[in-house]
């Protein structure tokens, strides 16, 4: 019993469409009905007319054929062998053969609003209620009901097969948005998996061109570098004139090396697995003064840090979020002030659910016009030759803050220096 029962549930389970539960709740009936005609049948044939075992028999054949075709891939037809056999065979017998309608009009009023359900098309069960109304019902009624009792059975009828054709178009409504819906889900999916692939391919691309940076063009470098000091510190002197020349030369090939260095922390940002684990800021920041301790001992700079807090993060990235937000508070200080001591102070406050960290240096401040392009790649706000640098380090800690859903900002930006604030969410992952 439980395995007909589960054999049941999986024959009903995913339906793509409402036809696909008609069919086969159609079917289940259809079975159902050939059962239970086998089984009255030997008791009709010893107790009633012979006409009832002959209409008993033909109700195996409809049952029968509308199963066979429906295992045979045709649906629609089993469906309509069922829904309109019974009412034919029911008309022919009732009028041919002076069957009292009132012994079968319930079980076809019942086959009927069943059917209306189970079609499929506004169009084919109406077609279908006009055919019964005219072969079987009207007929029917009138004839073995008086005035005014067949009135009343009309319009009970009409009243009863109403609601299934009004139930069966809305379900229809329903089932065509849903499948509108799961379409368009379905090409969404495509085009993921598409861009999916896509995002791969160029991700192996971005591989392959990290590689080459990495290697194929910082070994020119190099040797540019090593043989432009090997000619500078020859025996041989050089004029005045290519001394510059090769100083130059050396310059722009270790610009270009921090450069390549830069772009490749920054590509390889997105393509890094972030290890989430909880960090001490405090230790980040002392491994990066001890790049500043010479400097920071004859005290030609200032690194103030008060007691930060452990967040969840990459120890990784946040060490090269905040290299690059320090070093470019030293970077960008005033040339031309006499006794000016470049000083960078870094504190935090918890806001709710906020870890906020502020960064503030005393330098040459940001104006309010270059804001909106600050965190862009390769946005230079000086010249080269005022200020060194590649226009990526905020794009660098951007990058790396949104990989901690975090945010950075600049306020209290002014001439006498700027403030980055960094927003972290206190949540442990």
């Known amino acids: ?18 036809f696909d539960l008609s069919w086969k709740l159609h079917f289940l009936f259809a079975v159902i009905l050939l059962l239970q005609v086998i ?3 030997p008791y009709r044939y010893y107790y009633f007319p012979e006409l009832i075992t002959y209409i008993n028999l033909t109700e195996i054949v409809i049952y029968t054929s509308s199963i066979i075709f429906c295992i045979l891939g045709k649906r629609k037809l089993s ?4 829904a309109f056999g019974i009412p034919l065979l029911y008309s022919l017998v009732i009028f041919k053969y002076g069957l009292s309608i009132a012994s079968s009009l319930w079980f076809l009023l019942s086959f009927l609003i069943i059917y209306l359900i189970l079609i499929r098309g506004l169009k084919a069960r ?19 009901y008086e005035f005014p009792e067949n009135l009343i059975k009309s319009i009970q009828i009409f009243t009863l097969i109403s609601v299934p054709i009004l139930i069966s178009s809305f379900l229809e409504f329903q089932d065509s948005k849903v499948i509108s819906l799961n379409r368009e889900l379905e090409n969404k999916y495509n085009e993921k998996i598409k861009l999916s692939k896509e995002l791969y391919e160029k991700n192996q691309d ?5 590689n080459i940076m990495s290697h194929d063009l910082k070994a020119p470098l190099r040797s540019i570098i090593s043989f432009t000091q090997l000619i500078k510190n020859s025996k041989e002197p050089l004029s005045n004139k290519n001394g510059e020349y090769f100083s130059f030369i050396t310059s722009s090939a270790k610009s270009m090396e921090v450069l390549i260095s830069e772009l490749l922390t920054y590509t390889k940002i997105d393509q890094t697995n972030v290890s989430f684990e909880k960090t001490n800021l405090n230790s980040i920041v002392t491994e990066i003064k001890q790049f500043y301790a010479n400097d920071i001992d ?16 990459d120890k990784v990235l946040l060490k090269t979020l905040f290299r690059n937000l320090i070093s470019n508070a030293f970077k960008y200080q005033p040339k031309n002030k006499i006794a000016h001591i470049p000083s960078v102070e870094i504190s935090s406050t918890l806001v709710e659910s906020n870890i906020i960290v502020s960064i503030k240096d005393n330098g040459i401040g940001i104006n309010e016009e270059y804001k909106d392009k600050l965190f862009e790649p390769f946005e230079r706000l000086h010249n080269s030759s005022e200020y060194q640098g590649t226009g990526l380090g905020l794009a660098i800690a951007k ?6 859903e975090a945010t950075i900002k600049v306020q209290n930006s ?4 700027s403030e980055f604030v960094l927003t972290f969410l206190r949540t442990n992952r």
């Open 1 to 18: 019993m439980n395995l007909s029962i589960k054999k049941t549930q999986s024959l009903l389970r995913n339906n793509k469409s409402i």
């Open 39 to 41: 089984i009255i049948t």
């Open 79 to 82: 469906i309509y062998i069922t």
């Open 126 to 144: 109406l077609v279908y209620t006009t055919v019964c109304l005219i072969i079987f019902f009207l007929p029917g009624i009138y004839t073995a």
């Open 206 to 210: 971005l591989q392959t061109f990290s």
């Open 298 to 313: 004859t005290g030609k700079i200032q690194l103030k840090c008060e007691n930060l807090p452990e967040i969840y993060g």
């Open 399 to 404: 990058k790396v803050l949104e990989k901690h």
């Open 414 to 417: 002014s001439v006498s220096g």
